[in-house]
C-alpha cells in the first residue's frame, strides 16, 4: 500500500470474496483515508477540483474512491508507485481511447497523476449496477439473456486493437498454470488440501495438453470480465469496467479469454453455457479455451480458499471448476 495511504477502522459491510482478478489484495482491508498528497496529485491531473465522497462499495483492495470533478461523479484508483506504472496507466488510456472510439462501453479517463508513492488516475462514473447481484453469487438467468448479447459484441470490440508488435501473451499465463502468479494462482494454498491438489494436478494437466501451438496476440484483453465489472440497466449493457494493466506487455492477446471468463463465471447456467462455448471457441480454439478455463479455475479456488475458506463463493466456484476441468478434459483425444 502507498505510503500515504491510512488504514481506518474495518467496514462492517465489506464484500465476503474476493475479486475473481486474480486479486492482488489482503481480501480483509479496513476503511482507507487518502492523503491530502494524492487528492492534490488527482486534481492537478484533472485541472478541477477533486472531492473524495469515500470508498467504493465493491471490492477489496480498499484502493478504489468515489468522487466528484466539477460536480460530476467520477471514480479515482490509488495504485502504489514503482517502475512502469505510470506508463502502463497512460498506456491504458490510450488503448481504452480506441476501445471507445470503436463504441465499446469502457470508462473515460480524465487523468493519471503520481507522487512519490502512489499513481492515481480519475475516470467518470459510468451509469448502471453491477450485474453481479453480491459476492460469488450467481446472476438470475433471465438476466442474463438480457445483458449476454451486448456482451459478446463488446469483446468483439476488441479484435486487432492491441498497440504492441510482439506481445507476451501467452507465455505468462501458461506461466500462471506450472508455477503460480504474483499474488494470485498461489500453488503452495492449493496443494495444502487433498481437495485443492487433485484440482490444480489436474490444471497443470490441461495447460500441459493443450497450451501450444496458434493462439492470438493483436487483441486489447480485458483479463477480468466478471459480472463484477460489469454495468447493466434494467437488463441493457452499460458499462464494462476496471481495466487495468498490472505489468508491461498487459492486456494484449487473445480477447477469447474474455469470453472465457463470462463463461466460467456463469458456467452453472446452462442456458448460456454452450453459447458461450461455442463463442470462445471460434474465437480461440476450443484447446485454448480449455487452458483460459483451466487458469480461471485455478485463480477464482485458489482466491475462495486463501482468503475465505467455507464460505458459499468457495463452495460454488469449487464445483464450477470441478464441472469445468471435466469438461475440459473431455477434449483429449
Known amino acids: 500500500m502507498p505510503a500515504n495511504l491510512r488504514r481506518a477502522s474495518p467496514r462492517r459491510d465489506q464484500a465476503d470474496l474476493g475479486p475473481a482478478v486474480g486479486g492482488h489484495g489482503s481480501g480483509h482491508h479496513g476503511q482507507v483515508e487518502l492523503d491530502r498528497s494524492i487528492v492534490d496529485a488527482a486534481s492537478r491531473a484533472v485541472v478541477a477540483d477533486v472531492e473524495v465522497i469515500g470508498q467504493t462499495r465493491r471490492g477489496e483492495s480498499g484502493t478504489t474512491f468515489d468522487v466528484r470533478v466539477g460536480g460530476e461523479a467520477a471514480v479515482l484508483k490509488v495504485l502504489a508507485n514503482g517502475p512502469h506504472v505510470v506508463d502502463n496507466q497512460q498506456r491504458l488510456v490510450r488503448l481504452l481511447d480506441v476501445l471507445r472510439e470503436r463504441g465499446s462501453p469502457v470508462p473515460e479517463y480524465l487523468g493519471v497523476a503520481s507522487t512519490d508513492d502512489a499513481v492515481v488516475t480519475v475516470q467518470r462514473r459510468m451509469a448502471g449496477e453491477v450485474l453481479e447481484p453480491g459476492p460469488g453469487e450467481a446472476i438470475d438467468a433471465d438476466l442474463v439473456e438480457a445483458v449476454l448479447p451486448a456482451l459478446p459484441d463488446a469483446v468483439e470490440l476488441q479484435a486487432d486493437a492491441g498497440d504492441l508488435a510482439v506481445a507476451p501473451w501467452p507465455g505468462w499465463l501458461l506461466d500462471t498454470l506450472a508455477s503460480g502468479g504474483d499474488g494470485y494462482c498461489l500453488l503452495e494454498t492449493m496443494r495444502r488440501r487433498p481437495d485443492t491438489r487433485s484440482l490444480l494436478d489436474r490444471v497443470v494437466d490441461i495447460g500441459c495438453e493443450f497450451g501450444r501451438g496458434p493462439v492470438r496476440t493483436t487483441d486489447i484483453v480485458h483479463f477480468d470480465l466478471s459480472p463484477a465489472n460489469v454495468l447493466h440497466e434494467g437488463g441493457h449493457l452499460t458499462g464494462v469496467v476496471d481495466w487495468n ?37 471460434a474465437i480461440s480454439g476450443a484447446r485454448w479455451v480449455a487452458v483460459y478455463l483451466a487458469h480461471l479455475a485455478l485463480r477464482q479456488v485458489e482466491w475462495s480458499v486463501r482468503h475465505h475458506p467455507g464460505s458459499f463463493g468457495e463452495r460454488r466456484f469449487s464445483e464450477i471448476a470441478m464441472l469445468v476441468l471435466d469438461h475440459c478434459e473431455q477434449l483429449v483425444p
Open 245 to 281: 494493466v498490472p505489468f508491461v506487455g498487459a492486456s494484449q492477446g487473445d480477447r477469447g479469454f474474455d469470453v472465457a471468463t463470462l463463461l466460467f463465471y456463469g458456467y452453472d447456467n446452462t442456458r448460456t453455457r454452450d453459447r458461450l462455448w461455442a463463442h470462445a471457441s
